[in-house]
């Protein structure tokens, strides 16, 4: 009886054995299956196609998420699959960055390729990193705004319109991928309207986190779309990037406030991977030990009040003479806004969203929060 039993014992000794070793590879293997499914978090790549495969080997343990955005590896298709292929193989989900042919000279058809990735990639392909910040491009009249002093809105409704639809027009090829990006740092809302399903708002130099939160998010969640954060530069002069515990911090805040992306900006080429340094990257494995051990909301906003801004109203929102569309300047609503938003950021941090008056904010806005607070002071209780 007992010689029966022995063999049986060994058995189950070599399954919990097997179970235990195939358990914490899991937990300790490559991205995808060390985060909850509704998190990303990676850093950018922007160098050529050897030094991007060396980032991704070098994030592969700590990351889950990669934005390729080298034009000169993307506009060649060879280079394009080179990068694409490894990072699925290093279980990396990706975006790509792209531009209308109309700007970039590819050697294929990227709507073609496109159309494929999906079913070449799966869930690796997360979508198309579209343009670069062309809510802020607006603000400060940059070479990718939709109009300026010579093509003059007559006011800002037609301002809105103006910067939607052309916007719009320069996305519509893109429509049908799986997802459409940007990073911005100004004009979310507006980003959403045109056709974007997912903003990474950014964190840096003259970008107030208390405030773009609030508008990301709040602009995210009335058009039921994913936001994200992107941490980027610190400073115009090297080292750029803030420090690896400020880095730390602000990838805990983003987190804490509900982002479902989370990227570092790792450009220029700097060291061996980029901008990052070794500091930064522990930095990056210390936040991943963070989030094993903390739970999060789907959103800070607990308490679900949104303060609302006039509509139409694309105010930079950076300090209190911030440009209005890029070509006008603040005005009288602008202190009235600018003291009312810095008292709920007095009183809540960021924990409450900043929305738009619109017809879409009067009819659903109760499907997302108990209470708007308005600019001009009036508070609706909806529940």
């Known amino acids: 009886m007992k010689r029966k039993l022995i063999p049986i014992i060994l058995i189950v000794i070599l399954l919990s054995a097997s179970y235990l070793i195939l358990t914490t590879i899991n937990n300790n293997g490559n991205g995808q299956n060390s985060y909850p499914e509704d998190l990303y978090v990676g850093v950018t790549a922007d160098g050529n196609v050897t030094i991007t495969k060396k980032l991704i080997d070098k994030v592969k343990d700590f990351t889950n998420l990669i934005i390729i955005l080298n034009p000169e590896v993307i506009k060649n298709k060879t280079s394009l699959n080179e990068v694409c292929n490894y990072a699925k193989q290093a279980d990396l989900s990706f975006f790509i960055h792209m531009s209308h042919p109309s700007y970039w000279n590819f050697n294929y058809d990227p709507f073609e390729w496109l159309s494929l990735a999906k079913d070449e990639y799966g869930k690796h392909f997360q979508g198309i990193y579209l343009y670069d910040e062309p809510g802020g491009n607006q603000i400060d009249l940059g070479a990718f705004r939709e109009f300026d002093y010579t093509t003059m809105p007559h006011d800002y409704r037609d301002a809105a319109n103006t910067f939607v639809y052309y916007l719009y027009v320069q996305m519509r090829d893109f429509i049908k991928t799986e997802q459409l990006a940007t990073s911005d740092y100004g004009l979310f809302w507006f980003d959403y309207e045109a056709g974007y399903d997912l903003i990474f708002c950014e964190f840096g130099a003259n970008r107030i986190k208390e405030i773009n939160i609030p508008l990301c998010r709040g ?5 039921n779309k994913t936001w994200g954060v992107m941490i980027t530069w610190t400073y115009d002069e090297p080292p750029h990037i803030e420090s690896p515990n400020e880095l730390y911090n602000d990838m805990v805040q983003a987190y804490q406030a509900g982002a479902n992306y989370i990227a570092v900006f790792n450009y220029p080429q700097i060291g061996p991977y980029g901008l990052l340094t070794e500091e930064h990257f522990s930095a990056i494995k210390q ?15 607990t308490q679900k009040i949104a303060y609302v801004l006039p509509e139409n109203y694309g105010w930079g929102l950076r300090n209190p003479t ?28 960021y924990d409450f969203d900043i929305v738009y008056n619109s017809y879409w904010t009067r009819l659903f806005a109760n499907q997302h929060y108990d209470t708007l607070i308005w600019w001009n002071g009036t508070i609706q209780q909806l529940h």
């Open 287 to 301: 936040f991943k030990n963070y989030i094993t051990n903390n739970t999060r909301n789907k959103t800070s906003n």
């Open 219 to 223: 602009a995210a969640e009335l058009h």
């Open 322 to 349: 911030d440009k209005i569309w890029g070509v006008w300047e603040a005005d009288d609503k602008s202190p009235i806004i600018w003291n009312g938003i810095n008292d709920l950021i007095e009183q809540y941090g």
